[in-house]
């Protein structure tokens, strides 16, 4: 679940809660608007660390450093596989 499906919880949530005025046997909406809210903010929380986790950038600790490495010719004739 990403973030919007977070933001998304706690919307629903606080819908439930605040602006419904439904009563239903044996469902108390209020408490089940609390629940969904609660589970969008930790939601939130973990997808926020995640994030955060990925992110974080370290430089390299050892200079990279381009050598000059001798390249061999392969035409073919010179390796011994053109004779």
């Known amino acids: ?5 977070c933001i998304i919880l706690i919307a629903v949530g606080a819908i439930l809660t605040f602006a419904t ?3 239903m046997k044996g469902v108390n909406l209020d408490l089940v ?3 969904l809210m609660i589970v969008g903010l930790i939601g ?3 997808f926020s660390s ?3 986790r990925r992110r974080v950038v370290v430089p390299p600790t050892t200079p990279v450093i ?3 490495r001798p390249h ?4 073919g004739y010179s ?3 053109g004779v």
């Open 1 to 5: 679940m990403g973030l919007g499906g």
């Open 79 to 81: 390796d011994g596989y």
């Open 72 to 75: 061999h010719r392969r035409d």
């Open 50 to 52: 995640i994030a955060r």
């Open 66 to 68: 381009d050598e000059e």
């Open 44 to 46: 939130v929380s973990t």
């Open 21 to 23: 005025d439904w009563h």
């Open 33 to 35: 608007g609390i629940i």
